[in-house]
């Protein structure tokens, strides 16, 4: 269903407000993450993928003036990503930097480990 909607070009929105599987165990970002690689295996281009995870989400809730995308002006909340995710889904596990209202935070410092 998720591809078809795709297809027809439906406003595709992304939430990581849900559970993978039957385990209550996976974090939200891990969540989210798995959720992407499913939308990519289903046949969602990368684009709409990005669209749904950034700029649809703003527009919904009327924030795209200040959200959604890296313009002037607009709140830097973003991630630094070391590949590109326009050509590979597990860009989104290439994470260097979150930005968070223009504040970084390195991966690293996010880890349970530390």
């Known amino acids: 269903m998720l591809k078809v909607l795709s297809d027809y070009d439906a406003n595709l929105l992304f939430a990581t407000d849900t559970i993978v599987g039957q385990s209550y165990a996976n974090a939200l970002g891990l969540s989210g993450f798995i959720d992407m690689k499913a939308w990519y295996s289903t046949g969602v281009p990368l684009k709409k993928t990005l669209q749904a995870t950034t700029i649809n989400n703003a527009k919904v809730f009327n924030l795209e003036e200040t959200l959604g995308s890296i313009e002037i002006g607009k709140k830097?909340?973003?991630?630094?990503?070391?590949?590109?995710?326009?050509?590979?889904?597990?860009?989104?596990?290439?994470i260097e930097v979150v930005c968070m209202d223009g504040k970084p935070i390195t991966r690293q410092s996010l880890s349970a480990s530390n």
């Open 76 to 94: 830097a909340n973003f991630l630094l990503l070391k590949k590109s995710p326009l050509k590979d889904i597990e860009a989104y596990n290439s």
